[in-house]
């Protein structure tokens, strides 16, 4: 399976963006699909999961203010990220998991200024 995000950028403060995440190849076992964030000098944390079935999972952080999620018609999964703050600044990863294996984004940048 191959992920690959986009829609990362800069934005200000209390601005939106939209994330996408593309999957191809064997994506029919894919069970459960994430975003996950990881700032400058800290781990990488969970940001929201959205389940095959279409349940969905948010961090405290940004519930109420991100929404996730995805077109099985076009192996597209969303994050929608509204009221942005700075603290929300990081890079971006798209996961998508199977019952053997756990798959990777290369990771896009966002950036919320001040």
């Known amino acids: 399976v191959q992920l690959v995000e986009s829609g990362g950028g800069l934005v200000q403060a209390g601005g939106s963006l939209r994330l996408s995440c593309a999957a191809s190849?064997?994506?029919?076992?894919?069970?459960?699909m994430g975003w996950y964030r990881q700032a400058p000098g800290k781990q990488r944390e969970l940001v929201a999961t959205?389940?095959?079935?279409?349940?969905?999972n948010y961090a405290d952080s940004v519930k109420g203010r991100f929404t996730i999620s995805r077109d099985n018609a076009k192996n597209t999964m969303y994050l929608q990220m509204n009221s942005l703050k700075p603290e929300d600044t990081a890079v971006y990863y798209c996961?998508?998991?199977?019952?053997?294996?756990?798959?990777w984004g290369q990771g896009t940048q966002v950036t919320v200024s001040s």
């Open positions: 959205i389940t095959s079935g279409g349940g969905t």
């Open positions: 996961n998508a998991n199977s019952v053997e294996y756990a798959y």
């Open positions: 190849g064997s994506t029919f076992n894919i069970y459960v």
